[in-house]
């Protein structure tokens, strides 16, 4: 047996084995239909893409005919009535056919799914290869890298883990939890930031290693992962210990000591207070300790108190007051997962804390009121920008037509918020009838879907790739000839120097969204779509050496590459390929919900006294 870390006196105690074995019955096991004596779901045509149907005999009875002809005429009264089933894509002049276009599809696509397999497969053994226990890798140059010079916390190992782990992939999981059982450690002694990766400083702590170790922790109860969340977390803790309760930035790990950012001093990223909520609240739940859950939630109280009259808010916060800083409110980075966060916390706790519902519903209100735009040209539906005035105080605000691929969360999040919060009855279809959502469901479908296309869209690049940052035409541009399409590359020029706008991080955001709406309509365009992006990442971003890289311009399709393959790409942009095509029953929504890095946890009720503030 061993004790807890320093600080945990609550008497609970874990064991923990040198090895652990791989537990077969939880495991989702990957194999093709052809293996296990079935026929193909799926035809490996593209075209037609159909459901398999079982061959049956054929009886018609009057019992039958008598049900066929009741449903025939309910259908013609439904139809009288003037009932129509809700418009996926309801733009018809962006998008000609009908917006229920695509064939409904159920379980598994195998030979898909498995080629999203051999894709993880080929980026991790160049990774345990070159680089195994770092932070970083960089697959050109076949290294790893850490963010402190005392050596790394395997956060790219934590972060990946889950995955691996969901494909079935019983010897890389293996081989990646003896290394955590025999050479990781926390006790570095360097400053990390308790939320996002910085360039070269420190990783992404909490979502990336903590929801990591929440996340497979959950799917094997293996007592390695939580004992190694609680020593995390418990080094974390001194971050809330502000005047306001705000948590500051960066801590040193190996010092159990909070650190703020020399570059921000005093000042919080909204993003970064409020996407440590999940994580925390959970390993809560599951160890009993209230010191997790209060200490996140005294955040979210401290942002109730300072709400914005528009229901949005800006990306930086005082961690002495308490009170936004006059900056700028976007959906992108340093703001992205305030909003993202919102629904999740309430769906969570299994829909038991009416306060995030509120303030999610205001946040959603705050969006369509201020920053959703429609396109010049096409009609596009996308999110600006609003930019602090320095000098106007009648208008406070500018706005700035530019979406981060960040933003592409919020198409997904929307249509799941849709048929959950803005749901008029408990159960709904798939895809949701208009009369089974509110007035308010339908708002948020509709925005939802328009937004997802809105970020297909950016792929239509030399490449099939989406880059980091679109600009928008205004209206001032509309009649101008240089204006072909809604959005544009700020910067990029063919044949010039790429700029830093146009490059392809492996990012999930699209893919992730995509995911949502497959699983949430079984529409099998979403499916075809998905498949399209990975053709387009495997011709410009796979390494035949190994591994997988960025590339700097999404127009070239001679692009260089970029040397690094971020740790995302194997948590969340391969994980929601491998859950596109996979069986639903893998991961479900109405049982899951997923942190801002793709590490499913699962929703349950709380013992946790609830959030009453």
């Not at 923990?16 to 045509?45: C, K």
């Not at 909204?270 to 996407?275: H, L």
């Not at 792929?459 to 209206?475: A, D, K, M, N």
Request: with cysteine.
């Amino acid at each position: 047996m061993t004790s807890l870390p320093c600080g945990q006196d609550d008497g609970l105690q874990i064991q923990m084995a040198e090895s652990y074995a791989f537990v077969e019955p939880t495991l989702r096991h990957r194999r093709t239909e052809e293996e296990a004596g079935l026929p193909s779901v799926y035809s490996e045509d593209e075209a037609s893409y159909l459901p398999y149907k079982q061959k049956r005999r054929r009886c018609i009875t009057l019992p039958k005919i008598f049900i066929g002809l009741t449903l025939l005429i309910l259908i013609a009264l439904l139809y009288l009535s003037g009932y129509t089933p809700l418009r996926l894509l309801p733009s018809e002049r962006v998008h000609n056919t009908s917006p229920n276009r695509g064939q409904f599809t159920f379980g598994a696509d195998a030979k898909k799914r498995d080629a999203i397999v051999d894709a993880f497969q080929h980026s991790w053994l160049a990774y345990e290869r070159d680089a195994m226990g770092a932070d970083e890798y960089h697959p050109i140059s076949h290294r790893g890298s850490n963010f402190s010079i005392h050596g790394g916390v395997g956060y790219m190992v934590i972060d990946a883990i889950d995955t691996m782990y969901l494909m079935g992939l019983k010897e890389e999981y293996n081989r990646a939890r003896l290394w955590l059982a025999k050479e990781h450690t926390f006790d570095r002694n360097g400053n990390f930031n308790s939320f996002e990766a910085r360039r070269f400083l420190c990783p992404q702590t909490t979502i990336r290693v903590l929801g990591g170790l929440l996340s497979i922790f959950h799917l094997t109860e293996d007592p390695l992962y939580l004992e190694k969340a609680i020593d995390l977390a418990d080094r974390m803790l001194p971050i809330f210990n502000t005047p306001s309760g705000l948590p500051l930035s960066m801590a040193n790990l190996g010092l159990r000591l909070a650190v703020d950012d020399p570059r921000s001093k005093g000042l919080v990223s909204t993003a970064e207070a409020t996407t440590l909520q999940l994580e925390y609240r959970y390993l809560s739940h599951v160890t009993g300790k209230s010191v997790y859950w209060d200490k996140v939630e005294q955040v979210m109280k401290v942002l109730k108190e300072s709400k914005q009259h528009s229901n949005l808010v800006p990306i930086y916060m005082n961690a002495e007051t308490g009170r936004f800083q006059n900056s700028e409110i976007r959906l992108g980075s340093r703001g992205d997962s305030y909003y993202e966060y919102l629904l999740k916390q309430y769906l969570q706790t299994n829909k038991t804390e009416e306060v995030y519902r509120t303030m999610y519903d205001a946040a959603m209100q705050g969006i369509h009121d201020k920053l959703i735009v429609k396109g010049v040209k096409d009609g596009l539906t996308f999110t600006a920008e609003l930019l602090p005035t320095v000098q106007n105080h009648l208008e406070p605000y500018m706005l700035s037509r530019k979406q981060d691929h960040l933003v592409c969360f919020l198409g997904g999040s929307l249509m799941l918020g849709a048929s959950t919060v803005g749901a008029a009855q408990t159960q709904v279809s798939r895809p949701p009838q208009e009369n089974e959502l509110t007035t308010i469901g339908k708002r948020d479908w509709q925005t939802g879907s328009e937004l997802l296309e809105t970020c297909i869209d950016t792929h239509r690049t030399e490449t099939g790739l989406s880059p980091e940052i679109v600009y928008y035409y205004s209206p001032d541009d509309a009649g101008k000839d240089k204006v072909k399409a809604d959005w544009y590359i700020k910067g990029a020029r063919r044949g010039g120097n790429p700029v830093y706008d146009a490059r392809y991080m492996l990012r999930p955001e699209t893919l992730e969204s995509i995911f949502l709406a497959y699983r949430l309509t079984g529409d099998r365009r979403y499916r075809q779509i998905g498949w399209k992006i990975f053709q387009s990442i495997q011709t410009y971003c796979r390494l035949d050496e190994g591994g997988y890289a960025s590339i700097l311009n999404v127009d070239d399709i001679e692009s260089r590459r970029d040397d690094k393959m971020e740790t995302f790409w194997l948590s969340e942009t391969l994980k929601y390929l491998y859950l596109l095509f996979e069986d639903e029953s893998v991961i479900p929504l109405d049982a899951y919900v997923f942190n801002t890095e793709a590490h499913p946890l699962p929703i349950f009720t709380p013992t946790h006294p609830l959030a009453d503030f």
